[in-house]
C-alpha cells in the first residue's frame, strides 16, 4: 500500500541525522478540564497513556529534555531531537509565557525544532503571528486534536468545540504556512466503519501536512471506561481496523503524510482492545496486505 509515511518525510527534511522526538510535559491544562468551558476532560483522555517515563511537569522543560536525550542516545549516535510538547494544550497560556517555554526548548543543544500539541480552540491570531516568524527560524509542526468530523460525536465526547472549529484553525496555519498536523481517533462512540469513511475525505480536504490516526481505547478511570463497562459498544478487532484503514487511506490526499495508525496504552491502564501491537508491527500487517 502506497502513502506518504511519516518517517521518510522526515529523514527528506534532516538528510544528515536521525531525529526523534522527546515529550514534554509543560505543565498546562484544557479549557474543558479547567472550568472555561466545561469540566472533566475528554471522556476518553488520560494523558498517562501517552507520557514516557522522563516526562515529568514536576521537572522543567530543560531537565526533561536533558532525560530524554539521555534515553535517547543510548539507542542511536548522532542525535538530534524534536521537543514535543505534548501534554494536554499546548498553547493554553499567554503569549508571553509560551514564548518563554518554546524559546527555552529550542535553546537545549541538539534541539532542531518544536512539534506543539493543542487543540483548535486554544490559537488565536497574535499567536499564529509570533508562531510563523518562529517558522521561519527552526523547523515546527502544529498539530491540532480534531478526533471527529461529526459534531454529535464530539459533543459526546465531552471535546468542547465543532469541527468547523477545527476547520478554521487548520486554515488559519496553514495559510501561515506552519507545516500543520491533524490528530483523528477511529472508532469513537457512535461511530461506525461507514461514518469513518464518511469523514475521511472531508479531512482530507483541510489544508493539513500531516496526519495522525489512533484507534479508540478505553482506559481504566476514564468516563469513557464507565461509558463501555455499563454500555458496551463495539471496537475493531485488528483485521477489522486493518480493512478499515486500508479504505480510509485510499480516500485521503496522496500529499498527505501519515505519522502513524494505531496507539499502545500501558497494559495496566487499558481495558480494551487489547491488541498488544506497536505502529511498525501493524505497519507489517497492513503492508503484508497489498
Not at 12 to 24: G, T, W
Not at 101 to 130: F, H, K, N, Q, W
Request: one cysteine or more.
Amino acid at each position: 500500500m502506497q502513502y506518504n509515511d511519516f518517517g521518510t518525510w522526515l529523514r527528506k527534511r534532516f538528510p544528515d541525522f536521525r531525529v526523534q522526538k522527546i515529550s514534554i510535559d509543560a505543565g498546562f491544562t484544557c479549557p474543558n478540564r479547567d472550568g472555561r468551558i466545561s469540566t472533566g476532560g475528554c471522556t476518553f483522555c488520560d494523558n498517562r497513556t501517552f507520557n514516557p517515563s522522563y516526562c515529568d511537569r514536576r521537572k522543567s522543560i530543560q531537565e526533561q529534555l536533558r532525560e530524554g536525550k539521555r534515553f535517547f542516545n543510548r539507542k542511536y549516535s548522532n542525535m538530534k531531537y524534536l521537543a514535543y510538547f505534548q501534554a494536554f494544550t499546548n498553547t493554553y497560556g499567554s503569549l508571553d509565557s509560551l514564548q518563554r517555554m518554546y524559546e527555552e526548548a529550542l535553546a537545549e543543544e541538539d534541539v532542531v525544532g518544536l512539534v506543539i500539541g493543542t487543540r483548535p480552540d486554544c490559537i488565536s491570531a497574535p499567536l499564529l503571528d509570533y508562531l510563523e516568524k518562529l517558522s521561519r527560524q527552526t523547523f515546527l509542526i502544529v498539530e491540532y486534536g480534531i478526533e471527529s468530523a461529526n459534531d454529535d460525536t464530539l459533543r459526546r465526547i465531552n471535546r468542547g468545540h465543532t469541527f468547523e472549529c477545527s476547520r478554521k484553525a487548520v486554515e488559519m496555519t496553514a495559510e501561515r504556512g506552519i507545516l500543520t498536523g491533524g490528530h483523528i481517533i477511529l472508532g469513537l462512540p457512535g461511530e461506525d466503519r461507514e461514518e469513518s469513511l464518511r469523514q475521511a475525505p472531508i479531512i482530507s480536504s483541510l489544508p493539513l501536512n500531516i496526519l495522525k490516526i489512533h484507534q479508540m481505547q478505553i482506559i481504566k478511570g476514564t468516563r469513557l471506561a464507565e461509558e463501555y463497562l455499563q454500555h458496551p459498544f463495539p471496537l475493531y478487532t485488528v483485521e477489522e481496523y486493518l480493512h478499515l484503514i486500508a479504505d480510509y487511506i485510499s480516500l485521503l490526499r496522496k500529499d498527505l503524510v501519515l505519522e502513524r495508525f494505531v496507539s499502545q496504552s500501558p497494559p495496566e491502564l487499558l481495558i480494551a482492545p487489547r491488541w498488544g501491537l506497536k505502529n511498525y508491527q501493524f505497519v507489517h500487517l497492513l503492508e503484508a496486505m497489498d
